[in-house]
């Protein structure tokens, strides 16, 4: 399941975009720290292509993929040194995935802003910044351990020495952990860490209404030259916080109307979705028997034994066969049967690489 945590200044609209996503009711109240403890939520992953299976196959039960979405209290400026809450909520989001980092583009004098103006540039700095002075923390404590372990000749801290000296340089100069000097290897070393600064990172842009259906304003201009010239290959989704809010409240078959009277093609929710996909390099398999239809989610360039091992770990372990066949063959032969007559189901190894879309049905010996 991917897991996606949500940090930004208070009152930037994270938890009205949590809300509007999960439709958790988290309280979105007009104050600084009006979220307290962490708020954890489980999204759908839409996709269209688990309904027209559905159809088809006409199962018991019908199961998408699922998105978890974590939302922590906002941080301030010296967060890291007690201010406000302090970062003691940064541990819920430690073992997410990627962050989603919601940032304020829009002006209304009457939605307070923390910092007294809205400034995206200022308030990503103040952010990361925090971000990067609590893996500080972490990794002083660690290398503190491991300085005295490679000493006394341990390999393992031996190993581990010289990345934690890279990103301990990187972090005391205030840049974060994805911008110190490591190779692939190195940077593995140190993910039992979780470091906040070393995890993928997505933008949420919350414009105005006029800005998510035209032209990008000077506030998301400025944003996302800063993302730009620091050198960081972020996504930047721009959402409006009020129009997904107001989504969240129509009834699903009201939704597009919607959507489409404002000139926007899709909700806030896919579109953060999609690019979390793209970030981690993620895809969807399916399964579909008349017992269930599913969506399954993996990485890209992932085997048929490991897509297997999704379902559970005897599959994979016991793993003989997938019979494989694309969506749109599936789908045009009209489903299992018609795409066996048609000699388009494909009986695939070990060493076959899923592809998005791919309909599976497993066969191992455990």
Same mark, same amino acid.
């Given at each position: 399941? /991917?897991?996606?945590?949500?940090?930004?200044?208070?009152?930037?609209? @994270?938890?009205?975009?949590?809300?509007?996503?999960?439709?958790?009711?988290?309280?979105?109240?007009?104050y600084p720290f009006s979220t307290v403890d962490p708020n954890i939520g489980i999204v759908e992953v839409p996709d269209d292509r688990l309904g027209v299976l559905a159809r088809l196959v006409e199962p018991?039960?019908?199961?998408?993929?699922?998105?978890?979405?974590?939302?922590?209290?906002?941080?301030? @400026?010296?967060?890291?040194?007690?201010?406000?809450?302090?970062?003691?909520?940064?541990?819920?989001?430690?073992?997410?995935?990627?962050?989603?980092?919601?940032? =304020?583009?829009?002006?209304?004098?009457?939605?307070?802003?923390?910092?007294?103006?809205?400034?995206?540039?200022?308030?990503?700095?103040?952010?990361?910044?925090?971000?990067? /002075?609590?893996?500080?923390?972490?990794?002083?404590?660690?290398?503190? #351990?491991?300085?005295?372990?490679?000493?006394?000749?341990?390999?393992? !801290?031996?190993?581990?020495?010289?990345?934690?000296?890279?990103?301990?340089?990187?972090?005391?100069?205030g840049r974060g952990a994805w911008q110190a000097s490591m190779s692939p290897e190195e940077r593995v070393l140190l993910r039992p860490l979780s470091l906040l600064t070393a995890k993928p990172i997505l933008?949420?842009?919350?414009?105005?209404?006029?800005?998510?259906?035209?032209?990008?304003?000077?506030?998301?201009?400025?944003? =996302?030259?800063?993302?730009?010239?620091?050198?960081?290959?972020?996504?930047?989704?721009?959402?409006?916080?009020?129009?997904? !809010?107001?989504?969240?409240?129509?009834?699903?078959?009201?939704?597009?109307?919607?959507?489409?009277?404002?000139?926007?093609?899709?909700?806030?929710?896919? #579109? /953060?979705? #999609?690019a979390g996909y793209a970030l981690l390099g993620l895809e969807t398999f399916f399964t579909a028997g008349e017992q269930e239809v599913r969506a399954w989610t993996l990485h890209r360039g992932e085997t048929?034994?490991?897509?297997?091992?999704?379902?559970?770990?005897?599959?994979? =372990?016991?793993?003989? #066969?997938?019979?494989?066949?694309?969506?749109?063959?599936?789908?045009?032969?009209?489903?299992? @049967?018609?795409? =066996?007559?048609?000699?388009?189901?494909?009986?695939?190894?070990?060493?076959?690489?899923?592809?998005?879309?791919?309909?599976?049905?497993?066969?191992?010996?455990?």
């Amino acid at each position: 399941m /991917l897991s996606l945590g949500i940090v930004g200044l208070p009152n930037v609209g @994270k938890s009205t975009l949590f809300n509007a996503l999960t439709a958790a009711k988290a309280d979105a109240a007009n104050y600084p720290f009006s979220t307290v403890d962490p708020n954890i939520g489980i999204v759908e992953v839409p996709d269209d292509r688990l309904g027209v299976l559905a159809r088809l196959v006409e199962p018991k039960r019908v199961v998408p993929a699922v998105v978890q979405f974590v939302d922590i209290a906002g941080l301030v @400026k010296g967060a890291s040194s007690g201010e406000g809450l302090g970062n003691k909520f940064l541990a819920n989001i430690r073992e997410t995935d990627a962050i989603v980092h919601v940032v =304020r583009c829009f002006d209304d004098p009457d939605v307070l802003h923390v910092m007294g103006s809205v400034d995206p540039v200022r308030d990503r700095e103040i952010v990361e910044l925090e971000l990067s /002075l609590a893996d500080l923390a972490t990794v002083e404590r660690r290398l503190d #351990r491991v300085r005295r372990a490679a000493r006394s000749g341990e390999p393992e !801290a031996q190993a581990e020495l010289g990345p934690l000296e890279a990103v301990n340089a990187a972090l005391s100069d205030g840049r974060g952990a994805w911008q110190a000097s490591m190779s692939p290897e190195e940077r593995v070393l140190l993910r039992p860490l979780s470091l906040l600064t070393a995890k993928p990172i997505l933008y949420a842009a919350n414009v105005s209404e006029r800005e998510l259906a035209g032209d990008a304003g000077p506030h998301l201009t400025a944003l =996302r030259e800063a993302i730009r010239t620091s050198g960081e290959t972020a996504d930047v989704v721009p959402f409006s916080a009020k129009i997904e !809010a107001e989504l969240a409240e129509l009834p699903p078959e009201d939704r597009s109307a919607f959507l489409h009277s404002l000139g926007v093609e899709s909700a806030g929710l896919d #579109r /953060l979705i #999609r690019a979390g996909y793209a970030l981690l390099g993620l895809e969807t398999f399916f399964t579909a028997g008349e017992q269930e239809v599913r969506a399954w989610t993996l990485h890209r360039g992932e085997t048929a034994p490991q897509a297997a091992g999704t379902i559970h770990t005897d599959f994979e =372990r016991g793993f003989i #066969r997938a019979e494989t066949v694309s969506y749109s063959d599936f789908v045009a032969r009209g489903g299992w @049967k018609g795409a =066996r007559e048609a000699g388009v189901v494909r009986s695939e190894g070990r060493d076959y690489v899923v592809q998005d879309g791919d309909v599976m049905l497993f066969r191992f010996n455990v």
